[in-house]
């Protein structure tokens, strides 16, 4: 049998490998040590602190509003009728009683002389009866003349009439009140912003021309901005607070408003609630319909613990700031509140205490129980 011999072409590959491999990890063990040793350098390095103090946290929320009409409505025909003559087009400044348009309806002026004429009838018989019954009520006056019966049938006679009198004047009314309806007005003074008729065009209640509305007005001096405040920020509101917003029409320039009225509830979908603001628009610069980017100043109402960004730690656990007690570090949790330029207000740390120390950049580094230098 042949036995197999080690030749030097076959050891020196081999020992190269073994070489290699222990090379390879004394430099992972190496950085290793280095990384640990660099990470505890870093943590036991001397740390930047502040004294814990209480201020006032003044922001600004930016939210986005629509600015409609004050006043906005749809006009139509209240009956069935035929335009007859126009007297606004689009664009057009009106006033409030301001003659818009008029109908015309044949039938209705028909039915207007035929109730004019039974009040005329029931008017006149209404007249005899009460005459008849005042004759009759001073001949009774002579003991014999008249009986009691008689005169009760003439009194009765006129409050019937009398009733039937009321009742032709009720439908006149109603008749004389269609015809007004014939007549279209202004409600309010405003703009024109939509006509959607013609000259001889049938409009009313039903059929075609009900379709869409006659006329649109807008109220454009004075104008709503509608926004919606998150719920976190509505106890800093008040209907005396002014905002500023501009549009992206008007390049440049801030316009001021006051909020008028808070829907005191939040809606049930956005959790929000919904505020309006009265715009002063006698330039009529500002349109209905545009969109105006609020800016809300929110003033702090109480006093509360102010600290830098940095120093708050949101980490896997719980969100804490990290205060120098005794020479060592320790973690106390804290609730956020609202951030401006750099700074935040935080809640509910117990422990915390005006004068305290606090790592001004804190980190999970910095480990609860540490020696800080």
Known sequence: MKKNKLTLATIFPVA??????????????????????????????????????KGMLSSTLDIPGELTSFQ?????????????????????????????????APEISSQLSGSQSK??????????SKATYNRLLETSKTPGTISPNELELALARQNSD??????????????????????????????????????????????KGSDQPMFSLHQQNKLRLAASIPAAYTSFLSNKSEINFTVNSIAGQKFTARIAR???????????????????N?????????????SIPLQGQDSSFVVPKTAVVNGTEKVFVIKKQAGKAQWVAIKKGREADGKIEIFGGLG?????????TGNEEIRDGSTLK
């Open 162 to 207: 009398l009733a039937q009198l009321n009742a032709a004047k009720a439908a006149n009314r109603e008749i004389t009140d269609t015809k007004n309806y014939l007549e279209i007005r202004a409600p309010f003074s405003g703009i024109i912003s939509s006509r959607n008729v013609s000259t001889g065009a049938y409009v009313g209640p039903a059929g």
């Open 352 to 360: 915390l205490n005006a004068g305290d120390t606090i790592i001004t």
């Open 72 to 104: 906005q409505v749809d006009l139509y025909a209240k009956v069935s009728s035929f335009v007859k003559k126009i007297y606004v087009d689009v664009g057009s400044q009106v006033s409030q009683g301001q003659l818009l348009a008029v109908m015309e």
């Open 16 to 53: 190269l490998l073994l070489i290699g491999g222990l090379q390879s990890c004394g430099s992972s063990e190496a950085k290793k040590t280095d990384g640990a040793d660099s990470a505890a350098m870093k943590a036991a390095a001397p740390k930047p602190t502040f004294v814990l103090q």
């Open 119 to 128: 009040l005329q009838s029931f008017d006149a018989l209404y007249q005899g």
């Open 262 to 280: 808070l829907a005191g509830a939040l809606d049930n979908r956005l959790r929000s609630e919904n505020i309006e603001m009265d715009v002063d």
């Open 282 to 294: 006698s330039s009529k610069k500002l349109l209905p319909g545009m969109i105006a980017e609020i």
